[in-house]
């Protein structure tokens, strides 16, 4: 079974520059999570979708930051414009239901901002 | 709201001897699933141990173990026989019930020394 996959892996960008990142669940997994794990910190959740709805956004900060999962499968994660504070890792989990204990990771998009 | 705390930013031990990193917790729930996840330096986070709430008995998976004390709040987790390859950060979660997102502590970087 395929691992949830993200792209890219790394990202430079300047401040006020845009970025998006795209994550693909594990085949077959209804929720999707985006957390954002600053340098020294443990994630936080961004956004939670069930299938192509949104179950939790209240961390998002929706002036710069949105994210869609069209068709209840692949999502992206964009940022417009950057601050030098969204510097972080970028990471999507999958679970094949909210009340499925268990989470799987994504590698990680590691996002540096100048 | 639930919150994760981890006093230990960082931990060093000598291989093959044991380690005892330290969670505590705070939640008005009853019932609920906590988390030892390991995050190594390519940023996956791999599920080390879980433990259900309602389960009064330790969880344990091979050389991993957590001390569960529900009234204490306080979820260790304990490493026998370490090993070169247990080096990493280390992040106890708190599952939320009503979605599913984990919260997380700050994280303990833990070093095998050779």
């Known amino acids: 079974e395929a691992g949830v996959a993200q792209s890219p892996r790394y990202k430079i960008i300047e401040k006020r520059q845009s970025v998006a990142f795209w994550c693909n669940p594990i085949?077959?997994?209804?929720?999707l999570y985006w957390y954002q794990q600053i340098l020294g910190q443990g994630p936080k959740l961004l956004i939670q979708?069930?299938?192509?709805?949104?179950?939790?956004d209240s961390q998002l900060p929706k002036d710069r930051f949105s994210a869609e999962r069209l068709k209840g499968v692949d999502s992206t994660l964009k940022i417009q414009p950057a601050k030098l504070e969204d510097s972080a890792v970028y990471l999507c989990?999958?679970?094949?239901?909210?009340?499925?204990?268990?989470?799987?990771f994504g590698p990680g998009t590691r996002l540096t901002v100048t | 709201a639930q919150t994760v705390t981890q006093s230990q930013p960082e931990m060093s031990v000598q291989e093959a001897e044991t380690v005892t990193l330290s969670c505590t917790y705070d939640?008005?729930?009853?019932?609920?699933?906590l988390f030892w996840y390991k995050q190594p330096p390519s940023r996956q986070m791999i599920l080390v141990i879980r433990?259900?709430?309602?389960?009064?008995q330790n969880a344990t998976e091979n050389r991993f173990s957590v001390n569960f004390q529900k009234a204490a709040k306080s979820f260790s987790l304990k490493i026998s026989d370490s090993q070169l390859g247990d080096t990493a950060m280390y992040f106890c979660?708190?599952?939320?019930?009503?979605?599913?997102?984990?919260?997380f502590g700050q994280g303990t970087e833990l070093s095998v020394k050779p």
């Open positions: 939640t008005s729930e009853s019932n609920y699933y």
């Open positions: 433990q259900e709430a309602y389960k009064q």
């Open positions: 979660a708190f599952r939320d019930n009503q979605g599913g997102k984990l919260i």
């Open positions: 989990a999958s679970s094949s239901q909210p009340n499925s204990y268990e989470q799987y």
């Open positions: 979708f069930q299938n192509n709805g949104v179950v939790d």
């Open positions: 085949s077959g997994h209804a929720t």
